[in-house]
């Protein structure tokens, strides 16, 4: 029986897990390896109150590549709505973390979640423990926390991690040094992406990896993040704070999004990434462009074409 490729996919946030629920149809050994830094909502009250890793975005990726009855997935990612000490809680982050409390190693709450969910591929944390992300903005203050870097509304110079001895997960590094495909993204450039990479033995692991390296870029700009960023801004951040030799290829949208849609973004702030082929050129890495994008309630990945793209790479 032939050996399934092995694709390891960094993130967190939506953009990952979109991905992942087309990543998954393809015959390929998935590994998930999740950001750590969310410091709000739920998952915040949760870190603190446990002393854990924040569920939110290992919640979502496990929801993404399980393979149960839609009503089971439903009930995982049940938010309460009501009731002193539940409200804004959701099912999912609530079993991780009474795993957590049982067993008092999140990783192994994160596998027996994943058996009893049938998730297709393995999902782990970027790091042992819980990060705590800062951004240095553009008039030089300091911003800590996640959850509020984005809420400032000035441009970020950099993002930077208070501990700098955060250690990864062993099993992570192992999953990057084995990989035959890794892929960055997408998801939020400096709040769901870089906190992964800003883990050293994470960005060591992914530098000297001789599988082909892929970033996924966003479609759509982020308020507060990357607000009138370029496809070619988003490379730039990413290189300013991991450094060259870091990307082989990447995969943008050169497709124009319909006006209707735009509009109902423009209202948040938020516009379409611009394809800028000459930059993008400039960076001597492959450029794989296309139509990537799909339409719903809001402008998605398309996750069946952007697989598709992937396992191109991978065949060549």
Partial sequence: MKKQPKVVVLGGGTGLSVLLRGLKRYPVDITAIVTVADDGGSSGR????????????????????????????????????VGDGIVGHSLGNLLLAAMHDITGDFLTGIRELSRVLNVRGQVLPAA??????????????IVQGESKIPLSNKKIRRVFLSDERIEPLRESVKAIQEADLIVIG???????????????????????ATAPRVYVCNVMTQPGETTGYT????????????????????IVNNETIPSEFLDLYLEEG????????????????????????????????????????????LEK
Wanted: net charge negative; glycine share 6%; charged share 25%.
């Fill in 128 to 141: 042992k423990n819980s990060i705590i992300l800062c951004a240095e903005l553009e008039d030089g203050s």
């Fill in 186 to 208: 997408p998801g939020s450039l400096y709040t769901s992406i870089l906190p992964n990479l800003l883990v050293t033995g994470i960005s060591n692991a992914i530098r000297e």
């Fill in 270 to 313: 938020a516009s379409q990434v611009q394809f800028d082929e000459e930059r993008l050129k400039s960076f001597r890495i492959g450029l794989v462009c296309d139509n990537i994008i799909q339409y719903g309630t809001l402008v998605r990945h398309d996750a069946k074409r952007v697989s598709d793209l992937l396992l191109g790479l």
């Fill in 231 to 250: 496809a070619g801004d988003h490379i730039q951040a990413l290189i300013d704070h991991v450094g060259h030799n870091f990307i082989d290829v990447v």
């Fill in 46 to 81: 949760l870190r603190r109150d446990y002393d854990m890793p924040p569920p939110g975005d290992v919640r979502n990726v496990i929801a993404a590549l399980s393979e149960v009855e839609p009503l089971v997935e439903k009930m995982f990612q049940h938010r309460f709505k």
